[in-house]
């Protein structure tokens, strides 16, 4: 149990939120507007095809879930086609953001939560961006940095307000 003063534990909440609305951005972008074939792409024999990453990064925020509930639970689960993991994704991110906005308990560490599964759903993103380019349909850049990316906002519907560039 986290027994940091209440305002302490709300803003590290929130900035899981956050975190959680980032991924959903920069992840939409990573798979929005291809077709269902770059889900099978595979550019090399021992290389993970994007639906396989994306079904990688739903069980990432599975085990996320229940790591936030004071479990320590791992599974596998079957890949689904390409549309589906999309799904899976938006809908997983969404339920763990339920969880935070909550007034249940944390019941693990946030810096824990984040050096885990969520920054390694990070990574996972960055690989489909990296096969997006190698299929011939890169993500165009953007300065996050401006993007407008709100704690909530946890589906394929993104702010269309963006700074990119070639």
């Known amino acids: 149990m986290d027994n940091r003063p209440v305002n302490e534990r709300m803003i ?3 900035m899981l939120r956050h975190t959680l609305a980032t991924l959903a951005y920069r992840g939409g972008k990573a798979i929005a507007g291809v077709d269902e ?9 021992s290389t993970r ?12 925020l599975d085990w996320a879930l229940s790591l936030v509930r004071g479990q320590h639970v791992w599974h596998d689960s079957p890949r689904r086609p390409w549309s589906e993991e999309i799904d899976r994704f938006f809908q997983a991110l969404r339920t763990l953001d339920e969880f935070l906005a909550s007034d249940d308990p944390v019941l693990c560490g946030a810096e824990q939560l984040f050096q885990g599964p969520i920054a390694d759903a990070f990574t996972h993103i960055g690989q489909i961006a990296l096969l997006r380019r190698l299929y011939g349909n ?4 953007e300065n ?22 070639d």
């Open 49 to 60: 095809t994007p639906v396989q990453i994306l079904g990688h990064i739903g069980d990432l």
């Open 37 to 45: 074939g770059f889900g099978g792409f595979r550019p090399g024999p």
């Open 138 to 141: 890169p993500v165009k850049g």
């Open 12 to 14: 590290r909440r929130q």
């Open 144 to 165: 996050y940095f401006k993007a407008e990316i709100v704690a909530g906002r946890l589906g394929p519907e993104q702010s269309s307000r963006r700074v990119e560039f």
